[in-house]
């Protein structure tokens, strides 16, 4: 992903994050191999872009709720 500005109306709310509390993870799809994830109380701070298939490894974790060692 070379131009950071095509994700400026790309990203959307993860339907896991928990909006009570303020905790809002944004993701932006759309861009192929690679899922850029970011912190919505910080939209002009930092993305971190992971590869899009660990990512979803990922997101199938949570959901089923696997906790680290």
Same mark, same amino acid.
Request: aromatic residues 8%; proline residues 7%.
């Given at each position: #992903? $070379? &131009?950071?500005?095509?994700?400026? &109306?790309?990203? %959307?709310?993860?339907?896991? $994050?928990?909006?009570?509390?303020?905790?809002? /993870?944004?993701?932006? &799809?759309?861009?192929?191999? /690679? #899922? !850029?994830? %970011? &912190?919505?109380?910080? !939209?002009?701070? !930092?993305?971190? /872009?992971?590869p899009a298939? $660990?990512?979803?490894r990922f997101?199938?974790?949570?959901?089923?709720?696997?906790?680290? !060692?």
């Amino acid at each position: #992903m $070379s &131009d950071a500005s095509a994700l400026t &109306d790309a990203w %959307r709310k993860s339907s896991y $994050s928990e909006n009570a509390s303020g905790g809002c /993870v944004e993701v932006a &799809d759309g861009f192929g191999s /690679v #899922m !850029p994830v %970011r &912190d919505s109380k910080v !939209p002009e701070g !930092p993305a971190v /872009v992971f590869p899009a298939d $660990s990512w979803k490894r990922f997101v199938a974790a949570v959901v089923d709720g696997e906790t680290l !060692p």
